[in-house]
């Protein structure tokens, strides 16, 4: 069978197709439109006509794609992007309108909850802490011995906190400093256990990304997933936006999150210090991997995970 599943994230909108065949899962082809829709909300939390737009106009054209495919089982959610608004109902009957489909809007802990359903279906691991940096929010999952011991979102993405805190291109020391300062802030506010979460899954496009231009910059396979986190210190601390060296390496490594990635790998050395992370394996597998696995496949069986 032939399903897809459409995220509409806070960055990006992005369709995945997958064959399953006997309980095993392969990906066919991706697809991804930048919409940044976090850029379209404004102080009051409104997300703009214009960004309601640009998700339907990125969910119709997906859709076009599948129906010239005749792939007939499509399922869409939304995270933080249409979660963290004040008009979610507005937009959501928006995009229905347009296209047809409903759209789910998870929760910031049914999100962390699919990452880690997705993350360890692919790369099993016994215990750690799970790290998704989206554009608008991000997931921690504490597990131990293949059991999850908590699930928490919090409301800072590599979009949001370029939005609020970068004066242009690339961030200074000082605002580095302004972004860690409010994730301790909403670390706080979660009261979590001050455990040490030696290895840390890294799953989303964050995460990808800063793995792409370690492995460009240190010269390593582009295969490796393996990086180690004071690396992701040194990488901050050495980017300077007035040398054109460094921006081009953005540009050839990851050219759309140009102005984004130095602000969410913030977000990620500030979690590592946090929870006194040394290494991050990074994961092509995540939420909608998750949800697929959990919301689509068990929905047909008529099993609730």
Sequence with gaps: MIYSVIDIGSNTIRLTVYQVEKGHIETMFREKNTAGLAGYVNGKGKLSRAGIERAAEAVERFQSVLQKLSIGHVAVFATASLRNIVNTDEALAAIEGRTGLSVEVLSGEKEALLDYVG????LPAAEGLLVDIGGGSTELVFFRQGEVERAVSLPVGSLNMYGKYVSHLLPTR??????????????KKLELPQVVCPVICGVGGTNRAAGKLINAREKLPCANRTIYLRTVSQVLDSFREENREHLMQLLKVTPDRIHTLLPGMTILRRVARTFCSDTMIIS??????GYLLSEVLNMERGEVL
Excluded: M, N, P, Q
């Excluded at 993350?119 to 692919?122: E, G, L, R, Y």
């Excluded at 092509?284 to 991997?289: I, T």
């Design 284 to 289: 092509d597998y995540g939420v909608r991997e």
């Design 174 to 187: 000082e605002e580095r400093s302004r972004i860690e300062r409010r994730v301790d802030k909403e670390l």
């Design 119 to 122: 993350a360890t279906h692919f």
